[in-house]
């Protein structure tokens, strides 16, 4: 079984053009090292993957969510579209390892980026639109990304979910230690742990300080749940 038939496999979906997933694949540093044209990269697909996935998100919270007002609405498709949501889906897929990547975005960890594992998969929504249609990207966005929403919904701003949390439990303090950053500077990874009246909770790991904050946050509320 090829990469690409094993991957349809794992989605539940089988191209009728296989190439639109190869382009769905296909990162610009791929693409620009082989010399081809833009088109053949999947940032076009990304454009179009992304305007799917909001209509098909905004559809989904307008009949499930009936009594939630315009802001609570907004603000959940956005809990279920921001890229660390989506870059978690694609993890789930195991994403990462099927995208083709220039040597250098491959050697400072591209496949295991945020913004590369989001931006791939709303790719890959693109293509199944173009191949099969609105149903079956429907589909597609139903199970790995309106799945699992209470999770979810922490994506869009654990920080302050988490403060929120612990300041119904009474006087509590939060505070967010920087425990090592590395990397080029084109490519810093912090990894940051959140605590909780100086008890070490969540890690996080991002390449940036706040985006290493939330997920430590996130990481942290799961705990706290648990």
């Known amino acids: 079984m090829n990469r690409d038939m094993e991957f349809e496999k794992k989605i539940g979906y089988m191209f009728q053009d296989v190439r639109l997933l190869q382009n769905a694949l296909t990162h610009s540093s791929f693409a620009n090292e082989k010399h081809w044209p833009y088109e053949r990269n999947n940032e076009r697909l990304e454009f179009l993957g992304d305007a799917v996935l909001e209509l098909i998100s905004s559809d989904f919270i307008f009949h499930e969510h009936r009594k939630d007002m315009e802001g609570a609405m907004t603000k959940l498709r956005a809990s279920l579209v921001c890229e660390q949501s989506l870059a978690d889906s694609a993890r789930?897929?195991?994403?990462?390892?099927?995208?083709?990547?220039?040597?250098?975005?491959?050697?400072?960890?591209?496949?295991?980026?945020?913004?590369?594992?989001?931006?791939?998969?709303?790719?890959?929504?693109?293509?199944?639109?173009?191949?099969?249609?609105?149903?079956?990207?429907?589909?597609?966005?139903?199970?790995?990304?309106?799945?699992?929403?209470?999770?979810?919904?922490?994506?869009?701003?654990?920080k302050t979910i988490?403060?929120?949390?612990?300041?119904?439990?009474?006087?509590?303090?939060?505070?967010?230690?920087?425990?090592?950053?590395?990397g080029p500077d084109h490519a810093k990874e912090f990894v940051i742990r959140c605590n909780l009246n100086g008890t070490p909770m969540g890690t996080g790991k991002g390449r940036s300080k706040k985006a290493a904050e939330q997920k430590a946050a996130y990481e942290t509320i799961l705990k706290i749940r648990k």
């Open 162 to 182: 988490l403060q929120e949390i612990i300041q119904d439990q009474g006087a509590n303090t939060i505070s967010y230690e920087l425990l090592s950053e590395s």
């Open 92 to 158: 789930q897929l195991d994403l990462g390892q099927y995208i083709r990547l220039g040597k250098g975005e491959y050697s400072t960890g591209g496949n295991d980026r945020d913004s590369i594992l989001s931006d791939a998969f709303e790719a890959v929504i693109g293509a199944i639109y173009l191949d099969g249609g609105l149903e079956n990207a429907a589909a597609f966005i139903r199970r790995f990304v309106l799945s699992d929403i209470e999770d979810k919904k922490l994506f869009y701003d654990s």
